[in-house]
């Protein structure tokens, strides 16, 4: 009985008097079982996992630093995603369409149903990324091996299991990437769209439908866009970091470095549509950049060579025409630029937003190639030491 209790008690080898509380997930290290003592000399805590929490882990619970991947705020954006408590419940819904059914009972029906199925829905693609997250994780292996009777006793498995982790670290990367935006994506209604619904007259309940379907496909059309970024080919495009927002937004960052090169989401752009598109401007930058469109046959060129966008930071030589207002080129803090793309008409228009005081387009010798297939760009075009976040906010199409 006395020796099972010692098996059960692992003491730390290096620290004979405290007993073993974690296990080391740095792959850099071969002594993985660690003590209070342990964590305390090393200070690296986030390299730790406590053998008790993965015994009490149950189903939905997240590691904060397990499995390995290569952004760790992913864990932490995937745990708050999960236990975020919902604004909506069915009950809720329930409730509130019980009250207001009895007003407009056939016209609400429809939509009641939607909105449920979007939460159900929702909480399914919760409950397949824990799933997901289980599976990738090991978890329940991994409590296997802290539940043995010995955790020594397969201590060469455990190594091997934490190694395989760290081997599949990309792969899990892009998993819980992919699972994070499932769940942001299901999430669509909010307590401000019953608002509106609730105050709204009988014209606009007729019109709810249309409402509710325009939105989700706007959204999908949006989220399609940034999601499809691509790096362009000429130097040093890669050094531009690319970071997705909750708020279906995307940020497009230049940090403090000598760089040359652009970015562009590989959403296509035709004359059969036409296009509004917003950027707002995070700072006041330094040297120039470009925001246009690059036609699909010419993906070997930049934006300074074909002349298909606007300069920003500095007058550029190419100009733009002003079609309203003044031209404009100095951009500061929380400023919106709207560009309106009509490929059929050759032109991208280019609007300080909300007030369209100023309206500047392409010159006539820089039009559109009317039957060609464009795609957004941003092209940084000097080697400058400054730092530059633009943020792509808003998306819509329409019918020409």
Known sequence: MENEKLKNNAFCKNHPEFKIKYIKINDQNNEILKCEECALEEDQIFDYISIKSIKLSNHDHIFRNW?????????????????????????????????????????LEQIKKCILQSIVRQNQEK???????????????????????????????LKEFIENGFDQQYQNTNIIKQQLQKIKNSNKYSQQLFTKLRDSTFKL??????????????????????????????????QIQIVSNDNNSVSIIKNNL???????????????????????????????????????????????ETRQGKTFCKISNAGADVMQGEYFYQIFPEQILEMRVNIKYQQIYFLEYPDYNNINKLRDIDLLDQNGVYYLAIHFGANELYKTCIDLIYFQESDC
Do not use: W
Not at 82 to 94: L, M, N, T
Not at 127 to 146: A, H, P, T, W
Not at 212 to 237: G, T, V
């Open 67 to 107: 499995p390995p991947v290569q952004d760790t705020t992913l864990l932490k954006s995937l745990k708050s995603l999960i236990q975020k408590e919902e604004e909506y419940s069915i009950e809720k819904i329930e409730q509130q369409f019980t009250q207001f059914i009895q007003e407009v009972i056939q016209k």
């Open 205 to 238: 309940i007729d019109d709810f439908d249309f409402i509710i379907k325009q939105q989700d496909e706007e959204n999908s059309k949006h989220l399609q866009l940034i999601q499809n970024f691509r790096f362009c080919s000429y130097s040093q495009s890669n």
């Open 127 to 157: 409950e397949d990324c824990i799933k997901i997250y289980n599976q990738i994780s090991g978890k329940r292996q991994l409590q296997q091996f802290v539940n043995s009777s010995n955790i020594f006793q397969n201590l060469d498995g």
């Open 258 to 304: 000598n760089l040359y090169g652009g970015i562009y989401f590989e959403y296509e752009l035709t004359q059969n549509k036409t296009y509004t598109i917003r950027f707002k401007f995070n700072d006041s930058a330094g040297e120039y950049f470009i925001i246009g469109l690059l036609n699909s046959k010419q993906m070997h060129k930049t934006l300074n």
